[in-house]
């Protein structure tokens, strides 16, 4: 096969995708370790053994290559909610999932908490729309499924609310461990998940803020 050569750029196709992989698997090595604004090209580039050009070539730049990121991780994790739909308790899963993610991958919360909360930066909307936009667009309909939530737009509040649950105790680390005294192991695992999954249903089915008197 014949390559066209161009001075300083890599011409095989094979050995482009397996640097933008090297680059975008150095970028989340990194993002575990330290924020956002931390990492230096020269850092992504160093920790994946390619030239810091590279990066410009294939993404534009530091906060293009972390978009690509943020959209391979998605489409990695979120496969595995297409199904839940199946399960008699879908809600269960989607918890156990979901906080598998937020253990597993520490720079996601390192992102949300410090390059996309009140922030409208290409990065801050390439993270809305690869996590929060697409769970708003499924975990109403298993909270319809599971908890039997008629109502849309409770179903949607109850959604937001889980998301709440399982995002804050990350989102608060510092606060959790200093004030609370509550380590990481006591918030992961699977008795977690089962507290959480049983406090929240039993609240959607047996009661109703229309129904309460104060």
């Known amino acids: 096969m014949t390559t066209k050569v161009t001075r300083g750029r890599p011409v095989c196709e094979v050995k482009q ?8 698997l150095a970028a989340k090595e990194l ?5 956002y604004s931390q990492i230096t090209i020269r850092d992504i580039a160093a920790q994946a053994g390619i030239n810091s050009a590279m990066i410009k070539y294939y993404f534009g730049g530091k906060e293009n290559l972390f978009v690509h990121l943020i959209q391979a991780i998605a489409d990695e994790h979120f496969s595995q909610f297409e199904e839940l739909h199946e399960h008699n ?3 269960y899963l989607f918890i156990r999932r979901f906080d598998e993610i937020l ?13 996309v909360l009140d922030k409208t ?3 801050a909307k390439a993270f ?59 918030i992961q695992g699977e008795q977690w998940a089962k507290d959480i999954y049983q406090r ?15």
């Open 31 to 35: 993002l575990n370790l330290k924020s």
């Open 128 to 186: 809305m729309g690869a996590f929060p936009a697409r769970v708003s667009k499924f975990l109403p309909q298993l909270i319809q499924q599971e908890a039997g939530v008629e109502d849309l737009r409770k179903a949607k509040l109850a959604a937001f609310q889980l998301i709440t649950l399982l995002v804050s105790p990350y989102i608060l680390k510092t606060l959790r461990q200093q004030a609370w005294g509550i380590d990481d192991s006591e």
């Open 121 to 123: 930066t290409p990065l």
């Open 200 to 214: 929240f249903v039993h609240g959607l089915k047996e009661s109703d803020i229309d129904e309460v008197e104060f």
């Open 103 to 115: 253990q597993t991958h520490p720079g996601f919360v390192h992102l949300l908490n410090e390059e």
């Open 89 to 91: 308790k879908p809600l």
């Open 17 to 24: 995708a397996e640097q933008r992989a090297k680059l975008i």
